[in-house]
């Protein structure tokens, strides 16, 4: 059975970079797309973006320009690193495996319990 | 982006049936046929519950079924159980090859 956990601070400061870790276990990261969405408190989910194993990436255009996620196959992790943070980044943060199936199309199948990010001084 | 559009809240009795709706654009629904849908708990992670507009994973029940039509995408639940009472997101592909959720539906079990 797949499982991911999320890593990181809890707290983060305005202006600073939000970095977080989510750790496969279960099965191998490789093969696979592994994605990030958010949720502020009291709100809706948030695509952030995805990471092939291979490294390739694609990003939520509206994060794009502050947004890394990068993978680790040795670690069999991939990170998030979204910069310039403001309290409008304060939200639960998923990691999630992003699995395609027959039809060639892909879903979030397995996803991790998720990290509460607050910004602020 | 914007988010695609579903209703705040849907309600119903035990053992009847509720249906949400998820409007999206001609660039990610009437384009594409990835629709998804998630059921979250309050404090828990997402769950997929229907993938490819209509198709249910491994150990989701029969009571939830999905449909599309041009660009509105439904999940249904027929036979509504108190333990369906979660917050229900849509998804879809859209033009730039990343993903869009609606705002989220609450649905009460009266």
């Known amino acids: 059975q797949v499982q991911l956990q999320e890593s990181g601070p809890g707290l983060v400061k305005p202006s600073e970079t939000l970095s977080l870790t989510c750790t496969v276990s279960?099965?191998?990261?490789?093969?696979?797309?592994w994605s990030w969405i958010r949720q502020p408190p009291g709100e809706g989910l948030e695509w952030i973006g995805y990471?092939?194993?291979?490294?390739?990436?694609n990003y939520n255009p509206s994060l794009k320009s502050r947004l890394t996620i990068s993978v680790d196959t040795s670690k069999n992790q991939f990170s998030l690193n979204l910069s310039s943070v403001t309290a409008a980044d304060t939200a639960v943060y998923y990691c999630?495996?992003?699995?395609?199936?027959?039809?060639?199309?892909?879903?979030?199948?397995?996803w991790g319990q998720g990290t509460l990010v607050t910004v602020s001084s | 982006q914007s988010a695609l559009t579903q209703p705040a809240s849907v309600s119903g009795s035990p053992g009847q049936s509720i249906t949400i709706s998820c409007t999206g654009t001609?660039?990610?629904?009437?384009?594409?046929?990835?629709v998804s849908w998630y059921q979250q708990h309050p404090g828990k992670a997402p769950k997929l519950m229907i993938y490819?507009?209509?198709n249910r994973p491994s150990g989701v029940s029969n009571r939830f079924s999905g449909s599309k039509s041009g660009n509105t995408a439904s999940l249904t639940i027929s036979g509504l159980q108190a333990e369906d009472e979660a917050d229900y997101y849509c998804?879809?592909?859209?033009?730039?090859?990343?993903?869009?959720f609606g705002g989220g539906t609450k649905v009460t079990v009266l």
């Open positions: 999630a495996r992003f699995t395609r199936y027959d039809s060639g199309k892909f879903y979030l199948d397995y």
């Open positions: 279960g099965g191998s990261i490789s093969g696979y797309y």
């Open positions: 990471v092939y194993y291979t490294g390739s990436t």
């Open positions: 001609s660039s990610d629904f009437g384009r594409y046929n990835s």
């Open positions: 490819d507009v209509n």
């Open positions: 998804n879809s592909e859209n033009s730039s090859g990343t993903r869009l």
